[in-house]
């Protein structure tokens, strides 16, 4: 089954780009999705199909994927975007949802 | 507004069963598979189960495959999980989300409710 692999945190300063890696074997064949999460609040999806954004999100956000890696970048980082985000997939072998272990977006 | 508001939660021995629901309100239920996703404290993000618009494809996590039972009413457009055999790892909140995709499905979410906490602890 799929494990899909995140730093556990990147920081950088307002302004710049922030980019957050998710390793997994082959991932490039999948559909890749990522969700950004506040304290105390629930996952909100930022980008699905690896690069498309949902209505309603900032195009400061948007995401690739090739080979054994997705991205998931940021532009023109705000403060409002720290978070915990995280890199999904449906691993279609088993028939499960598959997580990353997450990554805490630090705004300096 | 589409809206998935969880019940249930609560604190429960281990050994003990609780009963989660989800109720759904502003779109066609009848027409979206939904998951079960639980969040442990201080944890990441983790997917529970699915069940098909129809309820007749069920898929379960190994964690908790043979204990948990997703079921939905869609008359009542609701989303259950019955947690039976509770142990201290299945602490977390739990969440219910709908699938990205109207009367297809994309194995993705893109409606979350707020959650509800389970407990399992003596």
């Known amino acids: 089954s799929h494990v899909l692999t995140q730093p556990p945190s990147v920081s950088v300063a307002p302004g710049q780009t922030a980019r957050i890696p998710c390793g997994g074997k082959?991932?490039?064949?999948?559909?890749v999705q990522w969700y950004q999460q506040k304290p105390g609040q629930a996952p909100v999806l930022v980008v699905y199909?690896?690069?498309d954004r949902p209505s309603g999100i900032p195009e400061r956000f948007s995401g690739s994927n090739s080979g054994n890696t997705a991205t998931l970048t940021i532009s023109r980082v705000e403060a409002g975007d720290e978070a915990d985000y995280y890199c999904q997939l449906w691993d279609t072998s088993t028939d499960h949802g598959v997580f990353g272990g997450g990554t805490k977006l630090t705004v300096l | 507004e589409v809206q998935l508001v969880e019940s249930g939660g609560g604190l429960v021995q281990p050994g003990g069963s609780l009963r989660l629901s989800c109720a759904a309100s502003g779109f066609t239920f009848s027409s979206y598979e939904m998951d079960w996703v639980r969040q442990a404290p201080g944890k990441g993000l983790e997917w529970v189960a699915h069940?098909?618009?129809?309820?007749?494809?069920?898929y379960y996590a190994d964690s908790v495959k043979g204990r948990f039972t997703i079921s939905r009413d869609n008359a009542m457009k609701s989303l259950y999980l019955q947690m039976n055999s509770l142990r201290g790892e299945d602490t977390a909140v739990y969440y219910c989300?709908?699938?990205?995709?109207?009367?297809?499905?994309?194995?993705?979410?893109?409606?979350w409710g707020q959650g509800t906490p389970v407990t399992v602890s003596s």
């Open positions: 989300a709908r699938d990205a995709y109207n009367d297809l499905w994309s194995g993705y979410w893109d409606c």
């Open positions: 069940i098909s618009s129809s309820g007749d494809t069920i």
């Open positions: 199909d690896d690069s």
């Open positions: 082959n991932i490039g064949s999948k559909s």
